[in-house]
């Protein structure tokens, strides 16, 4: 009886292992030709949205994967390639509040003020993208972050037929850091492959309109 059970488990296992890393080459594949990494090549649109992340990791050390995405924004401002950057991230507490926080370096980067909106129900990956295009009424636009997840968010993006390219921000590889995301974003993209295809997930938050008044 135990033999079985360890047999079943074991197949179990593989069927889990060969559906994830399916998923995984599903949603590389998603992103081919859009991710751009030479601020010369990078084709323009008028707005930058950029995905949110903590600011610090444990014991108040920088969190260079934000630092990156915030440098690469401002990159893609300064170089002429987007008019207005729109910061989306978690806002769950006065004390914690990644949009207000992007915002602020953002502005010690040299980029005006009235130049960043922030999207304060950016939750998670799929509410950014989604609230990006119906809240914020984006047609277009350039996604901001690092190679990993700018795979899955173009993969999310194109399932809901909005026109996304991605700006690549510099990695941290070769760190533990990189290590966890490169684990979580495996479960991560199962759960946006279920979103799309099986749950037909919409953003925790709607709400009203608030277009970025460009021309």
Do not use: C
């Not at 920088?62 to 440098?71: A, H, M, T, V």
């Not at 026109?163 to 533990?176: C, E, N, S, V």
């Not at 993209?189 to 608030?210: C, S």
């Amino acid at each position: 009886m135990f033999k079985k059970i360890k047999i079943t488990i074991f197949y179990i296992t593989i069927i889990f292992l060969i559906v994830v890393l399916s998923i995984d080459v599903i949603v590389n594949g998603s992103a081919k030709g859009a991710i751009y990494t030479d601020i010369k090549k990078v084709p323009k649109r008028k707005v930058a949205l950029v995905l949110g992340t903590a600011k610090y990791v444990k014991r108040g050390k920088i969190n260079y994967f934000y630092k990156y995405r915030i440098d690469a924004a401002a990159k893609l401002y300064k170089a002429g390639k987007v008019e207005a950057i729109l910061v989306s991230g978690d806002n769950r507490t006065k004390y914690y509040n990644e949009p207000v926080r992007m915002r602020r370096d953002l502005i010690k980067l040299g980029i005006p003020k009235n130049k960043i909106y922030m999207d304060f129900a950016g939750f998670r990956t799929l509410d950014s993208i989604m609230r990006a295009n119906k809240i914020f009424e984006l047609k277009s636009f350039i996604i901001v972050s690092q190679k990993l997840h700018l795979e899955r968010a173009l993969f999310i993006a194109k399932k809901h037929h909005i026109d996304a390219i991605g700006f690549r921000a510099k990695d941290y590889p070769g760190t533990l850091a990189w290590a966890r995301m490169r684990a979580r974003e495996y479960l991560a993209r199962v759960k946006a492959f279920l979103d799309i295809y099986i749950l037909h997930t919409t953003p925790k938050f709607f709400g009203k309109f608030e277009k970025i008044p460009i021309k």
